[in-house]
Nanobody
């Protein structure tokens, strides 16, 4: 079992940056693919980015490509989402999640954090 706790959300002006962290506890964290998802008010949850267990492969959605970077530090059991050039449409609750293999569908993820709110003002 893996427990996930996100942090780093907050209020930022458009064009600014934030770094989200997801701290994991439990065994075998470094064997899981880790993903970030987000859910804006009144909208469905959407995929943001994913990183494989060794950190070699990453993939991001078109809406954040070139602005957001996913990374992980297995020694610290932590995955990060560096968010630059933030836009008001990035406002959402951001969730990290763990899966057995690389995936962009939320249904493929076994474990989820509680989420952290990111608000981008115009």
């Amino acid at each position: 079992q893996v427990q996930l706790v996100e942090s780093g959300g907050g209020l930022v002006q458009a064009g600014g940056s934030l770094r989200l962290s997801c701290a994991a506890s439990g065994r075998y964290f470094n064997t899981y693919t880790m993903g970030w998802f987000r859910q804006a008010p009144g909208k469905e949850r959407e995929f943001v980015a994913v990183i494989t267990w060794g950190g070699v492969s990453t993939y991001s959605s078109d809406s954040v490509k070139g602005r957001f970077t996913i990374s992980r530090d297995n020694a610290k059991n932590t995955v990060y989402l560096q968010m630059n050039s933030l836009k008001p449409e990035d406002t959402a609750v951001y969730y990290c999640a763990a899966a057995r293999s690389i995936a962009t569908m939320g249904a493929r993820y076994e474990y989820w954090g509680q989420g952290t709110l990111v608000t981008v003002s115009s």
